[in-house]
């Protein structure tokens, strides 16, 4: 009978601390690392002077499968950005696409022709880390960033990822993905556990602890 008393404390007390006590261990260490005056070095995208990174070139690249009606808007976005239309090259890999994705795009290529687009397409399904490792071979610039066509870019979005590598010690970068509003009760709960996410995220960031991204918005470098 003790056993199972002790053991229900400890699982009532794991629960307490993944809920809610990890965040404040997390808010300690930040609290006792600002008070002996630690160099942790916490990479945000507000405090970054932006400049566009105007001298480096940029692959933003997606895996589709069967997008025809989602790959057009998305490519307008990626190239109403912020950052110089002639330093983004895109590439597209259609993995298995049975619909009318790539000649979707192949009419966008050739309505816009000036745009750096490239289009990589296999008739069976591979598999995401196939195609990532198509575009790490098939990319002519260092920097990489990953989305899909369902995601949609700020203005400012790849400006503010592309200048964070200015520090040489960075070597990935990850935005903030926004789900957009809905007010069902699943929603609802999910952009509670979002929003508790996005603050651990952040702590442990500014702790040099860890760091998790999220694979619609993700940069990152080559080699």
């Known amino acids: 009978m003790m056993i199972w008393y002790i053991l229900s404390l400890l699982s009532i007390s794991l629960l307490i601390y993944i809920y ?9 260490l930040l609290y006792v690392s600002s008070k002996l005056k630690l160099n942790y070095a916490a990479y945000v995208s507000s405090e ?19 997008e025809e009606h989602n790959i057009v808007d998305r490519l307008d976005n990626i190239y109403a950005s912020e950052f110089p239309e002639n330093n983004i090259e895109t590439i597209i890999v259609s993995d298995g696409s049975c619909d009318n994705t790539v000649n979707e ?3 966008y290529k050739n309505i816009h022709i000036k745009r750096n687009i490239r289009l990589f ?32 870019f700020s203005p400012s979005c790849i400006c503010e990822l ?13 935005g903030i993905v926004i ?8 929603a609802s709960s999910y952009s509670i556990y979002r929003n508790y996410e996005m603050k651990l995220r952040q702590l ?3 702790l ?11 940069a990152y470098l080559k080699s």
Not at 20 to 28: D, H, I, N, S
């Open 20 to 28: 809610g006590g990890y965040y404040f261990v997390l808010q300690l």
């Open 48 to 66: 970054v002077k932006l400049e566009c990174a105007k001298a480096r070139g940029v692959t933003v690249y997606l895996s589709v499968l069967n």
């Open 105 to 107: 795009i192949k009419k």
């Open 121 to 152: 397409y296999w008739n069976d399904n591979k598999g995401q880390a196939a195609a990532q490792n198509l575009v790490a071979e098939k990319s002519s610039q260092s920097i990489l960033i990953s989305t899909d066509a369902e995601t949609r």
């Open 162 to 174: 592309v200048a964070l590598f200015s520090d040489e010690n960075v070597g990935a970068v990850g």
């Open 179 to 186: 789900y957009e509003a809905d007010s069902s009760r699943v």
């Open 204 to 206: 442990e960031t500014n």
């Open 208 to 218: 040099n602890i860890g760091v998790q991204t999220d694979g619609p918005c993700v």
